[in-house]
Every structure is written in structure tokens, then in C-alpha cells.
């Protein structure tokens, strides 16, 4: 048994097909064919079900393969820490951000962290939430920004800042000619959210039960730019976070953007990490780099016009 054809192992159970798996591992596929039987030989167990049209592992096959992921999540962390001993800002950083926040924060941050650590190779992937946790706990993410709360005993929660969200109406809604409102003022009023499975549904929710709202029913998006497509459109209302109304995202003559009196409803976002992460010490730096956001961003304007413009 080798750590490369623990590789094998792990990429077969990621993509559950033998060419995908091969591509991934840059190989043939009848040389990782060969390698998983000669595991699977040398173990005495089988560890594949190999149907015409898909594979599946077996039972002690997926058992196999999550311990294969944890040794090999631990020989990559023996590789960094030698790594960071000799050059503490260079190496890779594999960095998981949410959809509804990763675009809109992105392009405020990397030119800072890119003068901060010239060496750095920031490997940026952007999943759902319980996706971001799952790669997380198993070393296929190193650290992932996420909106709190997050109930894991085994990572390390390093707050960044709080997101006000703002309410986005049509402009000719009855309330796009108000500078501001209380989240009170949402009571029986019907919002758009997004699916299920997006943080920022669970969040807009928790509001719609402070304040009285509810869910517009028939209709969930799957990404923020579409709600605010449909606020555009006139089909309904909907909260924004503070980040996605910001420049350089283009304003929308359409969308008329209303903050919240008082304590604004937000959500408050964090860098995570395994607590027995070997790269510690580097991402509490590169969280302090994040932390460095510029205040202007997540202040709210007196008066908010189209997507962000000030009135």
C-alpha cells in the first residue's frame, strides 16, 4: 500500500467514475483501474462495485477511503509545515467562500492580501455552506469564510466583521421613495429568497420571523443576481447584503435600495479552520488581513438609491 494509490482510492470516491478519476489524478484509466485491484488484492476486501454505467464504493470501500482522505490531509500537512518553516508567507492556501459572499468580497480584498503575501497561492473555491464544512473537516480546504453561527467543537472561529443587509425594492414600490425604514415596517410584506441549501435563505428568514414577513410563495432563486433581476423587474422584494450593492457591481436604475434604522439586520462572517491545523499562525494573519476590509463597504449611506448610489 502506497499514498498514491490511496489518491486513487479517494479520487474514485470524489468523482465515481474510473476516467474522471484518472483525469483527475493524471493518469490512464486502466492504470488506476490496475492500482485500485492491486489494493483491493493487497487488503483482501473489495472495495468498488463496478456496474457498465457507474461505480459506487462498497461499504468498507467508502470506510477505506475516508481513512485514505485524513492520511493523506495529514502527509500534506507535514509537507506544509516544512514548507512554512523555511518561508512562513509563501505555500498554498486552498480558501472556501460562499456564493452569496465571495464575489462581492473578493475584489476589496485580493489586491491587499496580494501586496501582503507576494508568495502566497490562493486556491479559492466557492461552495454552499454545509459543502465549505464538509471539505473542511475532511483537509480538502485549509480554511473556509463563512456567516456564523457554525456548531463544529473541532474548528477554530476567527470573526472578520458584521454584514448589514439592506431591503431592495422595485422603484416604483410604495416604499422606494423612503430613505430608510424599521424592521418592523416589513411586517406582512412577502420577500424573495433563495433555495434551499444558501445561508443567506436561513438568515432572511430568521428576519422574516423578527419582523412579520413571510416568504413570497412559488418562487426560489438560486443565485443573488437573480433576485435582484426580479426586484428589477418588479416582481417582488428582497434583502441584499451590504457587499453585493457595492461597487464594482453595476447599478440598476430599477432597484431602489433601503436601509434599516437602528440595528440593521446582518449576518456576521468569520474565517474558519481545523484546530489542529499546521497552518495556525499563517491564517490568523491572513484573517486579520481580511478583517482590514474597509469600514466604508459595510456603512450604509444616509440615503440609498439605485443599487448603491447615494442620494
Given at each position: 500500500m502506497n499514498l498514491r494509490d490511496l489518491k486513487y482510492l479517494v479520487a474514485l470516491a470524489d468523482h465515481k467514475h474510473f476516467g474522471r478519476a484518472a483525469n483527475a489524478c493524471f493518469v490512464s484509466q486502466p492504470t488506476l483501474s490496475t492500482q485500485i485491484r492491486k489494493l483491493e488484492d493487497e487488503l483482501g476486501v473489495s472495495l468498488v462495485e463496478r456496474a457498465p454505467r457507474r461505480v459506487m464504493l462498497t461499504p468498507v470501500g467508502r470506510d477505506i477511503a475516508e481513512r485514505a482522505r485524513k492520511i493523506i490531509s495529514d502527509v500534506e500537512q507535514m509537507s506544509e509545515i516544512a514548507r512554512r518553516s523555511q518561508d512562513p508567507e509563501a505555500g498554498t492556501v486552498r480558501l472556501g467562500l460562499f456564493p452569496?459572499?465571495?464575489?462581492?468580497?473578493?475584489?476589496?480584498?485580493?489586491?491587499?492580501?496580494?501586496?501582503?503575501?507576494?508568495?502566497?497561492?490562493?486556491?479559492?473555491?466557492?461552495?454552499?455552506?454545509?459543502?465549505?464544512?464538509?471539505?473542511?473537516?475532511?483537509?480538502?480546504?485549509?480554511?473556509?469564510?463563512?456567516?456564523?453561527?457554525?456548531?463544529?467543537?473541532?474548528?477554530?472561529?476567527?470573526?472578520?466583521?458584521?454584514?448589514?443587509?439592506?431591503?431592495?425594492?422595485?422603484?416604483?414600490?410604495?416604499?422606494?421613495?423612503?430613505?430608510?425604514?424599521?424592521?418592523?415596517?416589513?411586517?406582512?410584506?412577502?420577500?424573495?429568497?433563495?433555495?434551499?441549501?444558501?445561508?443567506?435563505?436561513?438568515?432572511?428568514?430568521?428576519?422574516?420571523?423578527?419582523?412579520?414577513?413571510?416568504?413570497r410563495d412559488g418562487f426560489r432563486a438560486t443565485s443573488l443576481e437573480t433576485l435582484r433581476q426580479m426586484v428589477a423587474a418588479g416582481v417582488g422584494i428582497t434583502l441584499l447584503p451590504m457587499l453585493a450593492v457595492q461597487p464594482p457591481v453595476p447599478a440598476s436604475p430599477d432597484v431602489r435600495l433601503l436601509r434599516f434604522e437602528g440595528e440593521a439586520p446582518h449576518r456576521q462572517i468569520a474565517m474558519l479552520w481545523r484546530k489542529s491545523s499546521a497552518m495556525d499562525g499563517f491564517l490568523r494573519q491572513l484573517a486579520a488581513e481580511f478583517r482590514q476590509l474597509p469600514a466604508a463597504l459595510l456603512q450604509p449611506p444616509k440615503a440609498v438609491g439605485a443599487a448603491g448610489e447615494t442620494r
Open positions: 452569496t459572499l465571495g464575489p462581492y468580497l473578493l475584489p476589496h480584498v485580493v489586491p491587499s492580501l496580494r501586496r501582503r503575501f507576494p508568495r502566497l497561492e490562493l486556491l479559492l473555491v466557492e461552495e454552499k455552506t454545509d459543502q465549505i464544512l464538509a471539505r473542511l473537516r475532511d483537509g480538502r480546504l485549509d480554511a473556509g469564510i463563512l456567516a456564523l453561527p457554525i456548531h463544529d467543537d473541532q474548528l477554530h472561529v476567527e470573526p472578520l466583521f458584521d454584514e448589514p443587509f439592506l431591503l431592495a425594492v422595485p422603484h416604483d414600490h410604495a416604499m422606494a421613495g423612503r430613505a430608510a425604514l424599521e424592521v418592523d415596517d416589513l411586517d406582512d410584506q412577502h420577500l424573495l429568497l433563495l433555495e434551499e441549501g444558501h445561508c443567506l435563505r436561513d438568515q432572511a428568514l430568521d428576519v422574516c420571523r423578527l419582523s412579520g414577513a413571510d416568504e
